[in-house]
């Protein structure tokens, strides 16, 4: 019986670690992509034709949106207690 329990165990352990190193790719491709896509906005919008000003103003504003959509979720998320169906909608 206490040998079912430790694989039983050691099952739920390995799973969990397999999940948490998934995460963690994810993870890491979707900062890569983020990352990646923020450093070229600037050029992108000056070969349009942008102003350095009119670049700035729109990196700040993206800024300044992410920011407030989190104090707006977060509020929502706490005052209806469904965290996950948020989290994985945003």
Not at 2 to 20: C, H, M, N, P, Y
Not at 48 to 56: D, K
Not at 67 to 89: A, D, K, Q
């Amino acid at each position: 019986m206490t040998d079912q329990v430790t694989v039983g165990k050691e099952a739920i352990k390995s799973r969990a670690l397999k999940f948490v190193v998934l995460i963690g790719v994810v993870s890491f491709f979707a900062d890569f992509t983020y990352e990646g896509a923020r450093s070229i906005t600037g050029p992108y919008l000056a070969i349009l034709g942008a102003s350095a000003t009119l670049v700035g103003f729109i990196a700040g504003f993206g800024e300044l949106l992410g920011y407030g959509l989190r104090l707006v979720s977060g509020r929502l998320s706490e005052r209806t207690g469904e965290f996950w169906p948020i989290t994985l909608f945003g």
